[in-house]
């Protein structure tokens, strides 16, 4: 591995706290305006009681922009008003917020989520498995005593 690959993978394992790179562009479907999963303070968003309470509390601008379409195993799921189902655009793009902006992130697959076939996007993993097993096999398990 030369030493740039070694300096990226670092940074973004260690400094971003990542563990997939991100690839591709938006293809413009926007199936990802209309099936959204909110996460706020490490938890999806699960009932219409808190969402009304976070949306009443937040001074977020975006939580004033969706609405609930539905509810499923993860938590509720909402569609954006501002996507123009026309352009296949947001009618405020430069002013979106930063849920918008950094889709897809990682985070989708800490709670089982995945991309759409069709999405734009891809991730890879940073470390292979081989990688993470040879770390980890190195490291005796927590309660392992020594004598």
């Given at each position: 591995?030369?030493?740039?690959?070694?300096?990226?993978?670092?940074?973004?394992?260690?400094?971003?706290?990542?563990?997939?790179?991100?690839?591709?562009?938006?293809?413009?479907c926007g199936r990802?305006?209309?099936?959204?999963?909110?996460?706020?303070?490490?938890?999806?968003?699960?009932?219409?009681?808190?969402?009304?309470?976070?949306?009443?509390?937040?001074?977020?601008?975006?939580?004033?922009?969706?609405?609930?379409?539905?509810?499923?195993?993860?938590?509720?799921?909402?569609?954006?008003?501002?996507?123009?189902?026309?352009?296949?655009?947001?009618?405020?793009?430069?002013?979106?917020?930063?849920?918008?902006?950094?889709?897809?992130?990682?985070?989708?697959?800490?709670?089982?989520?995945?991309?759409?076939?069709?999405?734009?996007?891809s991730f890879k993993?940073?470390?292979?498995?081989?990688?993470?097993?040879?770390?980890?096999?190195?490291?005796?398990?927590?309660?392992?005593?020594?004598?």
């Amino acid at each position: 591995m030369i030493l740039l690959e070694k300096i990226k993978k670092f940074y973004y394992l260690k400094i971003l706290k990542r563990r997939y790179y991100r690839y591709g562009k938006c293809n413009m479907c926007g199936r990802c305006c209309k099936n959204i999963y909110v996460w706020h303070e490490k938890k999806v968003i699960s009932s219409k009681e808190e969402f009304e309470k976070i949306k009443n509390k937040s001074s977020y601008s975006f939580y004033k922009h969706i609405r609930i379409t539905g509810k499923d195993d993860f938590g509720l799921i909402f569609s954006c008003d501002k996507f123009d189902e026309e352009k296949k655009l947001c009618k405020d793009h430069k002013k979106r917020p930063s849920i918008c902006k950094n889709y897809p992130n990682e985070k989708i697959f800490s709670f089982g989520a995945s991309l759409y076939d069709d999405c734009g996007y891809s991730f890879k993993p940073i470390e292979s498995f081989d990688e993470v097993y040879k770390k980890i096999s190195k490291k005796p398990p927590k309660n392992y005593e020594t004598r």
